[in-house]
C-alpha cells in the first residue's frame, strides 16, 4: 500500500519487517528479494538514516552463511553510515551484528564492552531491562562467565517477557534457563516453542540477526530434562534446518553440541555419529575462521578417537610422504603404509605440494594444474560482473516480463504467471549482484580469491579422504599443509 501511495519510508518500514518474518518462515529467497527492493527504495531517498539498513541485511546474511571477513567491513559500514544519519537504531543493530561476530569467531572476552554498551539503547522500564540482561546473559553462558549469567536472570522477570509472545528471545531465554537449572521454566519453554519448531529465531528488527533455529532451543531443552530420543531428535531437525537455509556457523556450533551430548554415552552407534560430528564441526570452523568452535572440536575429536582406539597420530617425519599417480587413482606412501585414493581435483592440488615440501604455489597455479611463474600470476579482479549492455538488456527483458506478468494474471494462466515470476527472480538476483548499493558496479571477485577457496575446499576434501585410511597422516596434512594465497606443504 505504501508503494502504491508513494510513500518510500512506510515501504522501506514495511520491506524490511518482511524480511525479518520471510526469515523466520525459512523463505530465505522472498527475504532476499525484500532486500534488494530495500536497496532500490534507500537509493531512491538518497540519506544515511535510511542507507544503513540494507547495508545491515547484508551483513546479516554474510554473518547467517559464514562469511565472516566480508561481514566484518558490512558491520563497521552500518555504524558509520549510522552515525551520518543520527540514527541510534544504527547503533544497536551495530553492537548487536559485532557481538555474533565476535561470538563465531570465539572471541569472547571482546564482547563485554559492546554488552555493556548495549545498555545505552534501552530505556530503564522493566520490559526494557529484562529484554537487555536475558541477550547478556546468553552471550555470558556461552562465553563461560556463569557468575555473570546468573546476575542476569531474574525469573518473574522471564516469566513476563515470555508473556508478551516475542519469539525473538527464544533461543536466548532457552539458553539461561537451562544454565540455572530452573526445571519449571525449561518445562514451561519445552511446552511452548514447538509451536515455532519450523522457524528460525531471528533478532528481529533491533538487532537483524538470525540466532538459529526454534529446535535447537527444544534440543537444549531436551538435553537439560533428561529426554534423550527427544533431544536426538531436535539436534539431527536443527542440523538439517541451518544446513539448508545454509547457516554454517550455527550448523558447527549445533554440530559440537551434539557430538558432546552423544560422547558420554556407551553404545558404539552414538560414538561414531559424535566422531562424525565433531569432524563436521571442526571442518566449517575451520573452513569459516571459527577459532574457538575448531580448538573445542579438535580436543572432542582426539578424545573419542582415543576412546574408539584409533591408532594415535603418528609423528612426521620430512621425506616419508609420497603420491604417485597409478592409472585413475592415487597411491599414496606414508611410513610403512600404502593406500590408493580416487583421482580427484583436491587429491592432484594435494600431490603437487607434497611433490615440494616448502615450496610456495598461487592458488591460481594449484586450480589451473599449470606450473606458471608466480610473478606473472593476475592478482586483479575481472572486472564489473555485469556490463552496461548486459545490464541495459537485462532490464529491458524485466520490463517487457512484467507486461507479460500482467496478462498472464488477467487470463488466470497460473503456469504462465509462474514461468514469467522464476525468470524474473532469476534476472533479479544476477543485476543484485552485479549492483551494489547506489548503483555501483560491484566487482566480480578477484580470480584469485575464487580460486583461494575452491583449492581450500578441495584440499580439505582430500585431506578428509586421507582420514578414513590414515587419521595420522590426516593429522599431520592439517599441520603442514597451509592454504591462502599462496598454498605449501611444510612437513
Known sequence: LAEELGNPVEALRGN?????????????????????????????????????????MHALRALWEGHLDEAEPLIAEVRAIGERGADVNARAVYTMQKVRLLHYRGDFDAQLPLLTDLEGHWNDSDIARTTLNVIAGAEHVDAGRDAKALRCFDRESVLRLLRLGDHTLQLAIAKLCVAVE???????????????????????????????????????????LGRDDETDEHYEHALEVARRTRGRPVEGLIALEHAEQLSGRSDSEAQSR?????????????????????????ALCEALRRDAGEPAPLAAEAGTLTMSRTGDSWLVRYGNVEFHLKDVRGVR???????????????????????????????????????????????????????????????????????????????????????????????????AERARVNVQRRIRDAIRRIESYHPGLA?????????????????
Open 16 to 56: 524490511l519487517r518482511s524480511i525479518m518474518d520471510f526469515l523466520a518462515l525459512e523463505r530465505l529467497d522472498d527475504a532476499y528479494r525484500s532486500m534488494r527492493a530495500c536497496e532500490r527504495i534507500t537509493e531512491e531517498l538518497n540519506h544515511p538514516a535510511y542507507a544503513w539498513r540494507p547495508v545491515a
Open 182 to 224: 530452573d526445571r519449571d521454566l525449561a518445562e514451561r519453554l519445552h511446552r511452548r516453542l514447538p509451536v515455532t519448531r519450523e522457524h528460525l529465531v531471528t533478532g528481529g528488527m533491533l538487532y537483524m540477526t538470525i540466532e538459529g533455529p526454534t529446535s535447537w532451543g527444544l534440543a537444549w531443552l531436551a538435553r537439560f
Open 274 to 298: 559424535a566422531l562424525e560430528l565433531a569432524r563436521s564441526a571442526r571442518d566449517i570452523a575451520e573452513e569459516i575462521g571459527m577459532r574457538g568452535l575448531k580448538s573445542k572440536a579438535d
Open 349 to 447: 592440488m594435494l600431490a603437487r605440494l607434497v611433490a615440494e615440501p616448502g615450496r610456495e604455489l598461487h592458488v591460481l597455479d594449484l586450480s589451473t594444474g599449470q606450473k606458471a611463474p608466480v610473478g606473472t600470476v593476475d592478482r586483479g579482479d575481472s572486472g564489473a560482473a555485469l556490463d552496461d549492455e548486459a545490464k541495459r538488456q537485462y532490464r529491458a527483458r524485466v520490463l517487457e516480463l512484467r507486461a507479460e506478468l500482467d496478462e498472464a494474471e488477467r487470463w488466470n494462466d497460473t503456469a504462465r504467471a509462474d514461468a514469467v515470476r522464476k525468470e524474473i527472480d532469476f534476472i533479479a538476483r544476477e543485476l543484485s549482484q552485479a549492483v551494489g548499493l547506489g548503483g555501483r558496479d560491484r566487482r566480480s571477485g578477484s580470480a
Open 475 to 491: 593429522k599431520h596434512l592439517d599441520r603442514s599443509i597451509r592454504t591462502g594465497a599462496f598454498c605449501a606443504y611444510e612437513p
